[in-house]
């Protein structure tokens, strides 16, 4: 349980980070320097990165996938997310479905957060798994 909660909190603060730092650029990029963020909208942004990240535990957490089950389970995660993602920005009034350029400006956002996070998370767990590795080598030779 305990391994869990690191696993959720640890992942909420990627996705957080990713997604305010995507977030930013595609304003920028956007709306300009006059781009503003409401407290409303700072707070879904870390509902939506806890979401991301219980659903993370929920779809990928298990590390005994096969390559083929993980490559599944993170589509269908990503469509979960995405279809979170767009409903909550068509609430908010953040898109419009009228407006294909808003629609393809939270794509982008959701795409590069969550695929980022996601590959930064592996690679990381990729060096982790290396280290020890190499450890009980060093340990065992010893």
């Known amino acids: 349980?305990?391994?869990?909660?690191?696993?959720?909190?640890?992942?909420?603060?990627?996705?957080?980070?990713?997604?305010?730092?995507?977030?930013?650029?595609?304003?920028?990029?956007?709306?300009?320097?006059?781009?503003?963020?409401?407290?409303?909208?700072?707070l879904v942004?870390?509902?939506?990165?806890?979401?991301?990240?219980?659903?993370?535990?929920?779809?990928?957490?298990d590390k005994e996938f096969s390559k083929k089950k993980m490559i599944l389970m993170l589509l269908a995660y990503f469509a979960v997310v995405d279809v979170l993602v767009l409903a909550a920005g068509q609430l908010l009034n953040w898109i419009s479905f009228c407006h294909i350029k808003t629609v393809f400006a939270l794509e982008t956002v959701v795409v590069i957060a969550f695929f980022g996070t996601v590959i930064y998370s592996y690679k990381i767990?990729?060096?982790?798994?290396?280290?020890?590795?190499?450890?009980?080598?060093?340990?065992?030779t010893d």
């Open 1 to 42: 349980m305990k391994e869990k909660l690191n696993t959720l909190i640890l992942m909420f603060t990627r996705f957080a980070t990713a997604i305010f730092l995507v977030d930013s650029i595609v304003l920028l990029a956007f709306k300009g320097k006059e781009a503003r963020l409401l407290a409303i909208d700072v």
């Open 45 to 61: 942004i870390l509902a939506l990165a806890f979401a991301c990240s219980v659903l993370f535990v929920l779809f990928l957490d």
């Open 125 to 140: 767990d990729v060096n982790t798994a290396k280290k020890m590795n190499e450890k009980l080598k060093t340990l065992e």
